[in-house]
C-alpha cells in the first residue's frame, strides 16, 4: 500500500512537470519571443503545436500501439517526452521547435491518459475521487507555483534552462517507474477500434465525451483570454496581477480538491451535476456584474475553482463509465478537452474583434447551460443496451 501511494505521487509530480511543459511558454511567452527574435503572436504557436498534438495525435498513438501493454507503453511515452524535451532545448530553428512541441503534445499526452488509467487500476473504488484529485494537484500546483515561479526565474534562468531542469526531473520520475511500476498484463491485444467504439453506444459514456467538449469550448474561450479580460471589467487590477495569478491558481487548486472528496462521497455523477448546476449560476451572475468592478475577480475565480471541480468529474467519471478498459476511450476523452479548448479560444477572437473582450462571457454561458442540458438528457433512459452487455462485446 506504501509503494502505491508512492508510486501515485510520482505521478502527481509527473503531471506538474508535464503542465509546467505545456504551459511554461505562457508565463514568459514575451522573453522567449526576444530570445528567438520572433513576435509574440508566432511564439504562442508553440503552445498552439502541443496542444494540437494532444488532441489529434494521442487517440491514433493508442491505435497504432494497442498491442503494448499500458505500463511499459506509459514508460515509453515518457521517456520519448524526455528526448523531445532535449531536443526543444538544443534546436534553434523554429520550424523545427514547432514540429517538436506536436510531437511532444503527442507523447506528454499520451502518458497522461495511460497515467489516469494506471493510477485508477491503483486506487481503491471508493477513493478514486481523491486519488484523481492528487494525479490532477500536479496541475493546479504549476499554476499556483510553477508558472509564477517561473517568470520570476527568468532574469536568472533561460527558458532552455527551465525545459532542461524538466527533462532532469522526470527522467528521475522515469528511473522510479522503471524500478517499481510493473506491468499489469494489460496489453488489449486483439481489441480492434470497431470493438473500442462499441462503449460510445453506452449512454453514460457518450455523455461524458460530448460533455467533455461542450464544456471545454466554454473553459477554453475565457481561460485564454482570462488576463486581458479581468484587466477589462477589473479597473486598476493590472498592478495586482502577480497576486492574482497565484488567486487563480488556489482556486484551481481548492475545486480540484473538493471535486475529489465529493466525488468519492456522491459519485461523479451527481458531483458533475451539482458542479455544472453551480457554474451555469455563477456564469449568469459574471454576464451581470461586469460591471460591478472587482465584484467580478470572486466571479471569476470561483468560476474557476467549479471548472476544477468539474474537470475532476469529467476524469474520473470517463474511466468509471469504461470500466477502466478503453485507452482508446481515455484518449477519446482528453483529444476533446485538447479540441474544446481549441475551438473556445478560436470563437473568442472572433467575438473580441467584432464585439469586445466582455462579450466572450456569452461563450461560456452558452456551452455551460447546454452541458447541464446533455447531463440532464443523459440520465433519461435513451438507450437500452445496458453496460454488461456493452462490456462483454468489447471484450469478445
Known amino acids: ?53 494532444g488532441a489529434f495525435g494521442v ?55 495511460l497515467a489516469i488509467s494506471v493510477v ?6 471508493n477513493r478514486q475521487g481523491r486519488t484523481m484529485a492528487l494525479l490532477i494537484a500536479g496541475n493546479a500546483t504549476a499554476l499556483v507555483i510553477g508558472v509564477p515561479a517561473t517568470r520570476a526565474l527568468s532574469s536568472i534562468l533561460g527558458w532552455r534552462e527551465i525545459f532542461t531542469i524538466m527533462a532532469g526531473i522526470m527522467t528521475l520520475c522515469l528511473v522510479y517507474f522503471i524500478t517499481y511500476l510493473k506491468s499489469q498484463n494489460q496489453t488489449q491485444e486483439g481489441i480492434k477500434l470497431k470493438n473500442e467504439l ?39 487590477i493590472e498592478a495586482s496581477m502577480s497576486l492574482i495569478l497565484v488567486l487563480i491558481g488556489v482556486a484551481c487548486f481548492t475545486g480540484n480538491y473538493i471535486g475529489g472528496q465529493v466525488s468519492d462521497k ?29 465584484l467580478n475577480l470572486v466571479g471569476v475565480l470561483l468560476w474557476l475553482g467549479t471548472s476544477w471541480f468539474i474537470g475532476l468529474q469529467i476524469n474520473t467519471g470517463i474511466a468509471q463509465a469504461t470500466q477502466n478498459k478503453s485507452s482508446f ?10 479540441l474544446g479548448s481549441a475551438l473556445g479560444a478560436s470563437l473568442s477572437v472572433g467575438i473580441i474583434t467584432n464585439h469586445g473582450i466582455t462579450y466572450i462571457i ?12 446533455l447531463i440532464i438528457v443523459g440520465r433519461s433512459k435513451l438507450m437500452t443496451r445496458t453496460k454488461p452487455e456493452i462490456i462483454s462485446d468489447l471484450q469478445a
Open 362 to 373: 456569452n461563450i461560456v454561458l452558452i456551452t455551460i447551460f447546454a452541458t447541464l442540458m
Open 198 to 236: 462499441i462503449l460510445m453506444k453506452d449512454r453514460e459514456t457518450l455523455t461524458v465525451l460530448i460533455s467533455t467538449l461542450v464544456i471545454f469550448v466554454g473553459m477554453g474561450a475565457l481561460n485564454t483570454f482570462l488576463t486581458p479580460y479581468l484587466i477589462d471589467v477589473v479597473p486598476n
Open 1 to 53: 500500500m506504501k509503494k502505491s501511494s508512492t508510486t501515485i505521487l510520482m505521478f502527481a509530480v509527473m503531471s506538474f512537470i508535464l503542465a509546467m511543459n505545456a504551459s511554461v511558454f505562457n508565463g514568459i511567452i514575451d522573453q522567449v519571443a526576444d530570445s528567438l527574435n520572433i513576435s509574440v503572436a508566432n511564439t504562442g504557436l508553440l503552445n498552439t503545436m502541443f496542444a494540437y498534438g
Open 266 to 294: 456522491l459519485g461523479y455523477k451527481k458531483s458533475m451535476l451539482m458542479g455544472v448546476s453551480i457554474q451555469c449560476i455563477n456564469v449568469i451572475a459574471l454576464s451581470l456584474i461586469q460591471n460591478l468592478g472587482w
Open 59 to 113: 487517440p491514433v498513438s493508442l491505435i497504432l500501439f494497442h498491442k503494448i501493454d499500458r505500463v511499459k507503453l506509459l514508460k515509453v511515452m515518457l521517456l520519448t517526452t524526455i528526448l523531445l524535451t532535449l531536443g526543444l532545448v538544443l534546436t534553434q530553428d523554429f520550424t523545427q521547435l514547432l514540429i517538436i512541441r506536436f510531437m511532444s503534445g503527442v507523447s506528454a499526452n499520451t502518458y497522461n491518459v
Open 120 to 125: 485508477v487500476s491503483l486506487s481503491d473504488k
Open 329 to 338: 476511450i481515455l484518449a477519446l476523452n482528453a483529444s476533446m478537452v485538447q
